[in-house]
């Protein structure tokens, strides 16, 4: 079996679209399949036109230029139009038996232009609705141009694959809700690499002493301030949780848009001095942050996006037998069974968010069987493993066989 993966961007950025990615193709290439991978010219060009990062090659498409380049709306033609270019002769030099096109649409649309002049069958996997997340990052509005004709643009290249895959249920159920035949709709679920996480992470005491975390409850966050992450309630939950436990501080880790907000917030709610913004750390030494937390947290808000949408941070803290508080939006309970796996709490709701975490450290003895039980679950269910052991019955129904003769 030989696949021609077509994609947005790719490691060496670092994203959990590129991370995703990754896994996928190495995954892909430990069940004895042959993978190519060509970016789009979002990512840019490399010398030579590749790029080997992590022992996997990527052809790469230089940018759009051009008048239409230009152009707002009307440069994502010029985008399809160069990969497009590009990806005929990356195929007709691999010969794939799968186009894989990935999130986003325009990468589809490429990959149904060069599927249907060589007579290759094409995959669409859809990680998320791009016009549902402009509208948190503000580059558009909810049913605005923009967004119908991004949506409009998804449906159209879902209607025309040979077949689609996507990543949680609440992705499929909107994909078939729009008229896409369920039999066309496989689910291949977020997952983690359990070799890299394990449940004895010991407690940095010189980085806890440097942060002031020593000898504190940490309740942590680590990952991208997006507006939809509801940090915000986080915080707005922590006068209350101090009364009861003045050794509680927040330790949030990484960046985004939201940072100078959230610092702000923190200075008007009189709670500086308790949370504690480290910035973007090293991928390479995330895992001694995640070693100071207690209770991680994701407050997610409720929208589109994160009803839709699986999130990887809450797997990735099972699969270290970490505790977990999450809001009960439905991307988290997908993955979080409330009271066994980790504990929800209202989305939105500050006071909810303040009464489940309390109740939580208040209930040591629950611990064990909650870490536990996480940790189980993904090993189960959500190892990278058994999730891409399912594009064994996608490509299987587009190909004769999954070995060339």
């Given at each position: 079996?030989?696949?021609?993966?077509?994609l947005?961007?790719?490691?060496?950025?670092?994203?959990?679209?590129?991370?995703?990615?990754?896994?996928?193709?190495?995954?892909?290439?430990?069940?004895?399949?042959?993978?190519?991978?060509?970016?789009s010219?979002?990512?840019?060009?490399?010398?030579?036109?590749?790029?080997?990062?992590?022992?996997?090659?990527?052809?790469?498409?230089?940018?759009?230029?051009?008048?239409?380049?230009?152009?707002?709306?009307?440069?994502?033609?010029a985008?399809?139009?160069?990969?497009?270019?590009?990806?005929?002769?990356?195929?007709?030099?691999?010969?794939?038996?799968?186009?894989?096109?990935?999130?986003?649409?325009?990468?589809?649309?490429?990959?149904?232009?060069?599927g249907?002049?060589?007579?290759?069958?094409?995959v669409?996997?859809?990680?998320?609705?791009?016009?549902?997340?402009?509208?948190?990052?503000?580059?558009?509005?909810?049913?605005?141009?923009?967004?119908?004709?991004?949506?409009?643009?998804?449906?159209?290249?879902l209607?025309?694959?040979?077949?689609?895959?996507?990543?949680?249920?609440?992705l499929?159920?909107e994909?078939?809700?729009?008229?896409?035949?369920a039999?066309?709709?496989?689910?291949?679920?977020n997952?983690?690499?359990?070799?890299?996480?394990?449940?004895?992470?010991?407690?940095?005491?010189?980085?806890?002493r440097?942060?002031?975390?020593?000898?504190k409850?940490?309740?942590?966050?680590?990952?991208?301030?997006?507006?939809?992450?509801?940090?915000n309630?986080?915080?707005?939950?922590?006068?209350?949780?101090?009364?009861q436990?003045?050794?509680?501080?927040v330790?949030?880790?990484?960046?985004?848009?939201?940072?100078?907000?959230?610092?702000?917030?923190?200075?008007?709610?009189?709670?500086?001095?308790?949370v504690?913004?480290?910035?973007?750390?090293p991928?390479?030494?995330?895992?001694?942050?995640?070693?100071?937390?207690?209770?991680?947290?994701y407050?997610?808000?409720k929208?589109?996006?994160?009803?839709?949408?699986?999130?990887?941070?809450?797997?990735?803290?099972?699969?270290?037998?970490?505790?977990?508080?999450?809001?009960?939006?439905?991307?988290?309970?997908?993955?979080?069974?409330?009271?066994r796996?980790?504990?929800?709490?209202?989305?939105?709701?500050?006071?909810?968010?303040?009464?489940?975490?309390?109740?939580?450290l208040?209930?040591?003895?629950s611990?064990?069987?909650?870490?536990?039980?996480?940790?189980?679950?993904?090993?189960e269910?959500r190892?990278?493993?058994?999730?891409?052991?399912?594009?064994r019955?996608?490509?299987?129904?587009l190909v004769?066989?999954?070995?060339?003769?």
């Amino acid at each position: 079996m030989r696949i021609l993966h077509v994609l947005d961007h790719s490691i060496p950025l670092h994203s959990g679209y590129t991370f995703r990615t990754r896994s996928i193709l190495q995954q892909q290439r430990a069940l004895g399949w042959e993978t190519h991978h060509i970016t789009s010219p979002k990512q840019g060009d490399a010398p030579d036109g590749q790029e080997l990062v992590d022992g996997l090659r990527f052809h790469r498409t230089a940018p759009a230029q051009g008048p239409l380049a230009r152009m707002p709306v009307l440069n994502q033609l010029a985008v399809i139009d160069r990969l497009a270019a590009r990806l005929l002769q990356v195929a007709q030099e691999v010969r794939p038996d799968i186009l894989h096109a990935h999130s986003p649409a325009l990468n589809a649309v490429a990959a149904l232009r060069v599927g249907r002049k060589l007579g290759i069958p094409v995959v669409y996997e859809i990680r998320a609705f791009w016009e549902d997340a402009a509208v948190d990052h503000g580059t558009s509005k909810e049913w605005g141009v923009r967004y119908r004709l991004t949506r409009a643009l998804e449906t159209w290249a879902l209607k025309r694959v040979d077949a689609a895959t996507t990543i949680c249920e609440g992705l499929r159920a909107e994909i078939v809700g729009r008229g896409i035949p369920a039999r066309k709709v496989e689910v291949i679920p977020n997952a983690v690499d359990i070799a890299d996480f394990s449940v004895d992470g010991v407690r940095d005491t010189a980085l806890a002493r440097q942060l002031g975390l020593e000898g504190k409850t940490v309740l942590g966050f680590i990952g991208s301030f997006y507006a939809y992450e509801g940090l915000n309630v986080l915080l707005d939950a922590l006068p209350a949780m101090r009364a009861q436990r003045p050794d509680i501080r927040v330790l949030l880790v990484g960046g985004g848009p939201q940072d100078a907000a959230l610092r702000r917030q923190a200075e008007a709610l009189g709670v500086a001095d308790a949370v504690v913004f480290t910035g973007r750390v090293p991928h390479s030494e995330v895992q001694r942050y995640y070693d100071l937390v207690d209770v991680l947290c994701y407050p997610r808000l409720k929208m589109r996006l994160t009803d839709l949408v699986t999130p990887l941070k809450p797997l990735e803290a099972m699969a270290q037998g970490r505790l977990l508080a999450a809001s009960d939006v439905g991307g988290h309970r997908e993955l979080i069974e409330d009271g066994r796996t980790g504990v929800l709490f209202a989305a939105g709701d500050a006071a909810a968010l303040a009464r489940k975490v309390l109740a939580l450290l208040d209930a040591p003895a629950s611990w064990p069987q909650l870490r536990a039980q996480g940790r189980r679950f993904v090993e189960e269910q959500r190892s990278w493993a058994a999730s891409v052991s399912r594009y064994r019955k996608v490509y299987g129904g587009l190909v004769p066989t999954l070995e060339r003769p």
